[in-house]
């Protein structure tokens, strides 16, 4: 994998932030808001008023990985 990070705005309860993720952790993100059934801003919103003290990205990467687990891949 030598794809770079890329950064991106969302909105999250009204304000405007950036995320940088890595291309493939984008798409990632946008298949699981798709299967269920949300905004890519609103799975990213769940997310950060999940996370514990950790950073927004270092959140949504580690519920990819989850997600993933879940479905048997590793």
Known sequence: MTEGIVKRSVAIAGHRTSVS???????ELKRMANERGTS????????????????????????ILADLKKQGVN
């Open 40 to 63: 890519l801003n609103g799975l990213i919103a769940e997310i950060d008023a999940s996370r514990a003290r950790t950073n927004l990205s270092s959140a949504i990467r580690l519920e």
């Open 21 to 27: 993720l890595e291309e493939p952790f984008w798409d």
